[in-house]
């Protein structure tokens, strides 16, 4: 379709999506969801010239993964994000299938995007081209087009290139599958981002004491952080566990040492970032004062997505809160970015046993509690999280079956810090030593209250409205 036309076929969806979005009380009124149509992974998450951006995954015609163009929105204090023009669509032949994820950096002052290019044949088959666009005058991208084509040795799914600068030179990470369907995480090197050499694997499935760990890695993020090197990446097709990886795919990293030249990673078992039912491609960027923040899709691929109650109103999926990382003993902690308490109305307490507390509006809260185990907080009458003296068992009905589903943090637990927007919680344990988040959609906005015999201490919040 000519660029023209599909912009105005986006501008009219736009138009007469947003007021039925709007209309959902399931809308989130703090965190980031598309106006209209299904939004999926973040992109090109960059702090640049004085203002945070964030990309995203966007299909604005519905809620289907498809006809993926990058939507764009930009703001000063991480509270407050402003619509910018649509940064990409899929209007050339080789991104014709998609303008998949990618990153986005500072090219000496100018904001480049660098994503994947998804063609589609015929045949079932696909190939892939890793792509560049730059700012324009007018806030929009000008494709500069591919810059990396298909290396040899990978099928067609070779994806989300993560670019960053390190002494002088361009690096990529990039997702990709090997010809006997192991997943893989690429390295790629570059002098001027328009020329790419292959450096070669740094992890995936069959390498550094990784056996069977999935058949696609998507969307890689390697920084480092406290001295110890991270390597972000979402495994599909590894095995679920009795209480682990029991989303579709899973969202999960691993630490080690890195070495540049020649290039190496040195690294541990894979771990899972987000324990919730709903976690995916992760992107993280640095801030002007050196703080590395993360910000998640709040969805998974391929699961129940579909049955979702918003699709009836137009939209699907929204992001996780920004979080702050830091890294203690080669473990990866996240907590709420501290920006986020700028939303805090009054500040309540109240201490007591589970039992005799007073129910909270679920709603916009901010919760943090401290307590002993064998406590059950009930959400809605739709979720549950039960507080147990090996860790915390999250509990959910399948939107398919109805079935009562649960997800695990295994550990003791002292403290849990909840952030409730109109649908989903977040759920940080030990001041982020774990996190759970997990979307949910009463049938009418419902309390949240307390049950069980242990004592508690809660602090509490009311949260205002940003979106
Ligand atoms: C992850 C992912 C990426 C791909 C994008 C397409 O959710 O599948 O690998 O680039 O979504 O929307």
């Known amino acids: 379709m000519p660029s023209d036309t599909l912009l105005s076929a986006i501008l009219q969806a736009v138009m007469k999506g947003q007021p039925k979005a709007r209309e959902d009380s399931h809308y989130p009124r703090w965190h980031l969801a598309p106006v209209t149509g299904l939004m999926n992974d973040p992109n090109g998450f960059i702090h640049f010239a004085g203002r945070y951006h964030l990309f995203y995954q966007w299909n604005p015609f519905g809620c289907q993964h498809k006809h993926k163009c990058w939507g764009h929105w930009s703001s000063a204090d991480l509270l407050h994000w402003q619509h910018e023009p649509l940064a990409l669509m899929p209007d050339e032949d080789y991104d014709r299938d998609g303008c998949y994820s990618g990153s986005a950096i500072d090219d000496g002052g100018k904001l480049t995007l660098c994503y994947t290019g998804n063609v589609k044949f015929a045949d079932g088959s696909r190939t892939a081209w890793q792509c560049l666009a730059v700012q324009n005058d007018a806030g929009g991208f000008t494709k500069l087009g591919p810059v990396v084509p298909l290396p040899q040795g990978y099928t067609g799914h070779v994806r989300d290139p993560k670019v960053w600068r390190h002494e002088g030179r361009w690096y990529m990470v990039l997702g990709a599958q090997d010809q006997a369907l192991r997943g893989k995480v690429l390295l790629l090197q570059s002098d001027d981002l328009r020329h790419w050499t292959l450096v070669g694997e740094i992890a995936g499935s069959g390498l550094g004491g990784l056996e069977e760990a999935g058949y696609m890695w998507e969307c890689p993020d390697?920084?480092?952080?406290?001295?110890?090197?991270?390597?972000?990446?979402?495994?599909?097709?590894?095995?679920?566990?009795?209480?682990?990886?029991?989303?579709?795919?899973?969202?999960?990293?691993?630490?080690?040492?890195?070495?540049?030249?020649?290039?190496?990673?040195?690294?541990?078992?894979?771990?899972?970032?987000?324990?919730?039912?709903?976690?995916?491609?992760?992107?993280?960027?640095?801030?002007?004062?050196?703080?590395?923040?993360?910000?998640?899709?709040?969805?998974?691929?391929?699961?129940?997505?579909?049955?979702?109650?918003?699709?009836?109103?137009?939209?699907?999926?929204?992001?996780?809160?920004?979080?702050?990382?830091?890294?203690?003993?080669?473990?990866?902690?996240?907590?709420?970015?501290?920006?986020?308490?700028?939303?805090?109305?009054?500040?309540?307490?109240?201490?007591?046993?589970?039992?005799?507390?007073?129910?909270?509006?679920?709603?916009?809260?901010?919760?943090?509690?401290?307590?002993?185990?064998?406590?059950?907080?009930?959400?809605?009458?739709?979720?549950?999280?039960?507080?147990?003296?090996?860790?915390?068992?999250?509990?959910?009905?399948?939107?398919?079956?109805?079935?009562?589903?649960?997800?695990?943090?295994q550990g003791k637990v002292q403290k849990l810090h909840l952030l409730c927007d109109s649908s989903s919680v977040e759920i940080f344990i030990n001041d982020g030593e774990g996190v759970m988040s997990s979307r949910y959609f009463p049938e009418h906005p419902g309390p949240l209250t307390f049950a069980g015999p242990s004592r508690l201490h809660a602090r509490y919040w009311s949260l205002r409205s940003c979106m």
């Open 222 to 409: 390697l920084f480092t952080l406290d001295e110890a090197t991270f390597l972000l990446c979402c495994p599909q097709g590894v095995k679920a566990q009795a209480t682990r990886f029991l989303n579709t795919y899973p969202s999960a990293y691993l630490s080690g040492e890195f070495h540049y030249d020649p290039a190496s990673f040195q690294h541990g078992p894979l771990h899972e970032l987000d324990t919730g039912f709903e976690f995916y491609a992760p992107q993280t960027t640095l801030t002007a004062d050196g703080r590395r923040l993360l910000v998640g899709w709040m969805g998974v691929p391929d699961g129940e997505e579909m049955r979702q109650p918003t699709i009836a109103f137009g939209w699907l999926h929204q992001m996780t809160c920004v979080r702050e990382l830091s890294a203690r003993r080669g473990k990866l902690y996240q907590q709420p970015v501290s920006e986020l308490q700028a939303l805090r109305g009054e500040a309540h307490e109240w201490q007591g046993r589970a039992n005799d507390a007073p129910a909270l509006a679920a709603q916009n809260l901010e919760l943090i509690l401290e307590s002993e185990e064998e406590l059950t907080l009930n959400i809605a009458d739709t979720l549950r999280v039960e507080w147990h003296a090996t860790g915390i068992r999250l509990a959910r009905r399948s939107l398919e079956s109805g079935d009562w589903q649960y997800r695990y943090w």
